[in-house]
C-alpha cells in the first residue's frame, strides 16, 4: 500500500461520509448561513436606507434652516428700515413743530409790533394834538389881542363848521 493511492474501501467510506456531512449541511446549515445571509443583506440595505433618509432629512434641516436665517436676515433688514423711516418721520415732524413753532412765534411777534406801532402812532398823534393845541392856543392869544382879528377869526371858524 502506498501512501499516495488510497484504498478503494477507503475511499467509498469518504466519500459516503463526505455525502453524509455534505446532505447534514446541505440540509440544516446552508438554510440558517443563507438565511443569515440574507438578513445581514436586509439589514444593511435597511441601515443604507435609513443613512439616504437621514442625509435628506439634514439637507432638509439645512435648507430649513437657511431658510430661517435668510428670514431672519429680511426681518432684521426689515425692522433697520422700519427703524430709519421711524427715525427720519420723527424729525420730519420735529422739523414742522418746529416750523409752525417759528411761524406762530413769527406771527405773534408781527400782531405785537404792529401793536407797538399803532400806540406809537396814538402816542405821536396824542403829542401832536396836544403840540397843534398848545401852538394854536399860542397863535389864538396872539391873535386874539385885536379886536377886528377876533372877529374874522370867529367868521372864519363858523363859515368852516356850517360847510362841513
Known amino acids: 500500500m502506498s501512501l499516495l493511492t488510497p484504498d478503494s474501501g477507503l475511499l467509498f ?22 438565511k443569515m445571509v440574507e438578513d445581514r443583506s436586509q439589514y444593511v440595505e435597511s441601515a443604507l436606507e435609513a443613512a439616504k433618509e437621514a442625509k435628506l432629512q439634514v439637507e432638509s434641516v439645512r435648507e430649513e434652516g437657511a431658510k430661517i436665517l435668510a428670514e431672519a436676515r ?12 421711524m427715525r427720519d418721520k420723527m424729525v420730519e415732524d420735529a422739523k414742522q413743530l418746529a416750523q409752525v413753532e417759528a411761524d406762530k412765534m413769527i406771527q405773534e411777534a408781527r400782531v405785537l409790533i404792529q401793536k ?15 403840540l397843534s393845541v398848545d401852538i ?4 389864538l392869544r ?11 377869526l370867529i367868521d372864519k371858524l363858523l363859515e368852516e363848521t356850517i360847510t362841513n
Open 142 to 152: 396872539k391873535n386874539l389881542d385885536n379886536q377886528p382879528a377876533q372877529i374874522e
Open 74 to 85: 429680511n426681518k432684521e433688514m426689515q425692522l433697520l428700515k422700519d427703524g430709519a423711516d
Open 13 to 34: 467510506w469518504m466519500l459516503f461520509s463526505f455525502g453524509i456531512v455534505f446532505f447534514v449541511l446541505y440540509k440544516f446549515g446552508w438554510p440558517v448561513i443563507t
Open 136 to 139: 394854536a392856543e399860542k397863535i
Open 116 to 130: 407797538e406801532k399803532d400806540n406809537a402812532i396814538k402816542d405821536i398823534k396824542k403829542q401832536v394834538a396836544l
